[in-house]
Structures are given as C-alpha cells and as structure tokens.
C-alpha cells in the first residue's frame, strides 16, 4: 500500500496563530489527516517523527543564531518548503527592531540582559534558506491553508490570489472607506485573502496579508500625505504586520525612519 505523504509544521519566532489556523480547520482537518501523514506538528501531537517529510509548513522568522543553523536542516529534510504567514514571509512584527539597535531594548526589557542571545534582525525565511511558495496573512487563512496542501499533494499550483484586497470589497459590494469615509487604507496595496474584513466593518485595512502582486506603495503613502495624514503616522502604517516586506519598507523609509 502507498504510503501517505508526511507533513512537517515547524515554528521560529511568532506567536502560533498560523498554526492555530491549520488546526482551525475542524471538520477539513480530520480529512486531511486522512489523506496525509503529519508526522511532525508539536502544537498538536507530543507524537513528533522525524524526516524526510513531503511537506514542510513553516511559521515564524528567523531571530535567533540557533534558528538560523535550524532552517538549513529543515530545509534539507523537506521536498517542499512553504513559508506560512506575515513572521516567516516578512519578517513579522518583530521585524521592527531592523531600524533600530535590539540590544538596547534587550537592556531595558531583560533584568540579565548578558542571558539573551539574539540576532539583530528578524527576517523571513526566504533569506536563509530557498523556498517553494509563501502563503500570506497574520494569520493565514485556513482555506487558503487547505488549498496550498491540496494543490501540492496534487502536484498542481496552488491557486491563491495575488490581486488586492480592493477586489475582494468590489465584489462584497463594499463602499470604499477611502472615498466615502476619508480613512486610510492600505487595501490598494495589500494582498487579498482575509475576505476585506476590516472594510466591511468600516475600517481602513491594515495590510495583513502583505504586498499585492504590484503594489505601488510609494504612491498610497503620497496619497496618505496630501489627504492630511501626518508622515509620522504614515510610516507607521507601513511599518506593522509586514514591515520587512520590500514595497512596504521602500514607503516607509521614502518618508523618513521613526
């Protein structure tokens, strides 16, 4: 009898969500289980096996000297990789500490600072080690979890949308909040894949879900700027989930570091 395919899910610095997600999935994931083999999820089971796995789901970014030698491991031990959610894909919110010297926040956070043993950025995993795709969002959405499994045990692409989340609001039959409310909103440039939640509750986006396929951030930041919206605070839109994500950091730093 063919064996199943093994999965592995492994974590780095972030706060689990995405692997919740995975586990959010309920009634899907005992189909799942049934068609796989996860052999390694410690967030689930204290049963953990060890490689070759088929696929490897990897959430969180590298911060740590240790992490950065464990994903070369990882990497060899798994056929396909994919980086899940905003800390493994750009960094996380963690990732803030890039513009400034985290040595010094060790020393104000930490009573024995000399106990700390970090690197002095944050970055995703497509820095250390090569990758097969990048799932977005902070968290991941469970559905777009389900279809990256499926599409890669069917050896298929995973159809996950790289459009914005302008989209989603048109065809949820949306006002725009950036019309008709004066908000800002960073959905022009953000990735689809949460469903436009914050826009239907009539709030701006907050960009979870990373950079769309061609974002023009430079420009949405210039926008921010003439409706009014002071540079400080500009910034900081840019600088949150995604903040090490390249046209995210190429606004931010355009209108000056904070």
């Known amino acids: ?49 060890k490689g070759p796995y088929d696929i490897g789901l990897v959430e969180g970014s590298v911060t740590t000297h240790h992490d950065a030698s464990r994903i070369h491991e990882i990497r060899k031990q798994c056929r396909t990789l994919v980086a899940i959610g905003a800390c493994s894909t750009a960094g996380g919110i963690q990732a803030l500490r890039n513009w400034h010297d985290s040595k010094q926040w060790v020393a104000q956070v930490y009573a024995h600072p000399e106990y700390i043993q970090t690197l002095g950025m944050s970055t995703p995993i ?28 069917a050896g298929r692409r995973p159809n996950i949308p790289t459009y914005s989340v302008c989209m989603e609001c048109k065809r949820k039959g949306n006002v725009c909040v950036a019309v008709a409310q004066n908000l ?75």
């Open 126 to 153: 497509s820095d250390h080690v090569p990758i097969d795709f990048e799932l977005r969002g902070c968290p991941v959405s469970k559905h777009q979890l389900l279809e990256l499994v499926s599409a890669t045990l």
């Open 1 to 49: 009898m063919k064996s199943k395919p093994k999965i592995g899910v492994f974590k780095f610095a972030s706060c689990d969500g995405c692997q919740l997600s995975l586990l959010d999935c309920e009634d899907e994931l005992v189909a799942l289980a049934g068609a796989v083999d996860i052999a390694f999820f410690p967030e689930m089971s204290s049963n953990m096996r």
């Open 184 to 258: 800002a909103c960073l959905g022009p440039a953000t990735q689809a894949g949460c469903g436009a939640i914050c826009p239907s509750f009539g709030r701006g986006c907050y960009g979870c879900f990373g950079p769309a396929e061609t974002p023009n951030t430079v420009i949405l930041a210039d926008q921010l700027l003439r409706e009014g919206r002071a540079q400080e605070t500009v910034v900081r839109d840019f600088r949150s989930f995604n903040a090490w994500a390249w046209p995210n950091r190429q606004a931010s730093e355009r209108k000056g570091a904070v």
